[in-house]
């Protein structure tokens, strides 16, 4: 049996208590969010609630849910989501073993052109005018095609084929007979499940967060994602505080302050939840992609 020294023992205590500073930091946030979502905003403002909820209510989601452009939002949200990480792979997947294969010719220069874009890129207004002139303007494709692959998901994916599909395996095949299309399909996608799992979450999230493209390109308010939905249930309910100030409307400013409150909160979670309920079926893929994808030549 293995015997620890005094400093594998001092390592492991700081080591520990660093981790769970760390998951403390991480957690009290959700906790707090998804308490104050459910409690009354009375205690959330006064401190009172500071952990668990205080004085339950569901009139936040209540309000939330009961806007039908919620539902177009997750639609839309899910659609674009969906699409944009099934292209985003099928470019991001060949380009990455393409560049990771040493047969390529003039290799380095793609690697440096695709860096090149890491450093400098063309900027908003020259974006928006390519893709007004591309006609994607109003479309599903101005928030799928403009990011549909970017340098740093290339580069990570080349480090990940490098290490993982080696030269033998892929003469082997070829000694077998089998063809260059037949080898990326067969023999390399079936062992390259981590880091397409890994890239899918990354762009997935992106996507489902996705704001500031929709704001910018999408005038039709069926077009509109989730959470520019979200923003327009936040900026009517604010505007509807200001208007009981001027106008002395039946319900009080007290009611609609906290109501504004419980939407604030109520509108993180369920921006967020679809995401956080995704995410453990792929975590054993993303922890072995990210660590084998995250060590550079």
């Given at each position: 049996?293995?015997?620890?020294?005094?400093?594998?023992?001092?390592?492991?205590?700081?080591?520990?208590?660093?981790?769970?500073?760390?998951?403390?930091?991480?957690?009290?946030?959700?906790?707090?969010?998804?308490?104050?979502?459910?409690?009354?905003?009375?205690?959330?403002?006064?401190?009172?609630?500071?952990?668990?909820?205080?004085?339950?209510?569901?009139?936040?989601?209540?309000?939330?849910?009961?806007?039908?452009?919620?539902?177009?939002?997750?639609?839309?949200?899910?659609?674009?989501?969906?699409?944009?990480?099934?292209?985003?792979?099928?470019?991001?997947?060949?380009?990455?073993?393409?560049?990771?294969?040493?047969?390529?010719?003039?290799?380095?220069?793609?690697?440096?052109?695709?860096?090149?874009?890491?450093?400098?890129?063309?900027?908003?207004?020259?974006?928006?005018?390519?893709?007004?002139?591309?006609?994607?303007?109003?479309?599903?494709?101005?928030?799928v095609i403009p990011n549909i692959v970017g340098a740093w998901g290339?580069?990570?994916?080349?480090?990940?084929?490098?290490?993982?599909?080696?030269?033998?395996?892929?003469?082997?095949?070829?000694?077998?007979?089998?063809?260059?299309?037949?080898?990326?399909?067969?023999?390399?996608?079936?062992?390259?499940?981590?880091?397409?799992?890994?890239?899918?979450?990354?762009?997935?999230?992106?996507?489902?967060?996705?704001?500031?493209?929709?704001?910018?390109?999408?005038?039709?308010?069926?077009?509109?994602?989730?959470?520019?939905?979200?923003?327009?249930?936040?900026?009517?309910?604010?505007?509807?505080?200001?208007?009981?100030m001027e106008v002395g409307q039946l319900q009080s400013l007290v009611?609609?302050?906290?109501?504004?409150?419980?939407?604030?909160?109520?509108?993180?979670?369920?921006?967020?939840?679809?995401?956080?309920?995704?995410?453990?079926?792929?975590?054993?893929?993303?922890?072995?992609?990210?660590?084998?994808?995250?060590?550079?030549?």
């Amino acid at each position: 049996m293995r015997r620890f020294s005094l400093s594998d023992k001092t390592f492991d205590i700081i080591n520990t208590s660093f981790l769970l500073v760390i998951v403390v930091m991480i957690t009290y946030p959700l906790i707090f969010v998804l308490s104050a979502s459910i409690s009354d905003p009375l205690a959330v403002s006064s401190g009172e609630m500071w952990l668990w909820p205080t004085g339950i209510t569901f009139e936040g989601y209540q309000r939330v849910f009961e806007n039908d452009a919620i539902w177009t939002g997750y639609r839309n949200t899910i659609f674009y989501t969906v699409l944009g990480t099934i292209l985003h792979l099928i470019v991001l997947i060949p380009c990455g073993y393409a560049l990771s294969r040493k047969e390529l010719m003039a290799k380095t220069f793609f690697v440096w052109f695709i860096l090149f874009t890491m450093l400098f890129s063309g900027g908003l207004i020259p974006t928006y005018m390519v893709v007004k002139s591309l006609g994607m303007v109003d479309t599903v494709w101005a928030l799928v095609i403009p990011n549909i692959v970017g340098a740093w998901g290339i580069l990570v994916a080349r480090a990940f084929f490098k290490q993982t599909i080696p030269y033998e395996l892929v003469e082997a095949s070829k000694i077998d007979g089998a063809s260059d299309f037949a080898i990326f399909f067969k023999v390399v996608i079936p062992l390259s499940l981590p880091i397409i799992a890994v890239m899918a979450l990354f762009h997935g999230v992106g996507l489902w967060n996705q704001y500031f493209n929709a704001l910018i390109y999408l005038s039709d308010e069926n077009m509109f994602p989730l959470q520019l939905i979200l923003r327009q249930i936040l900026i009517v309910n604010e505007v509807g505080q200001e208007g009981a100030m001027e106008v002395g409307q039946l319900q009080s400013l007290v009611d609609q302050v906290k109501t504004a409150s419980l939407i604030k909160y109520a509108v993180m979670i369920v921006s967020s939840l679809p995401l956080l309920l995704i995410y453990p079926f792929l975590q054993r893929f993303f922890v072995k992609g990210v660590l084998i994808g995250s060590v550079k030549e």
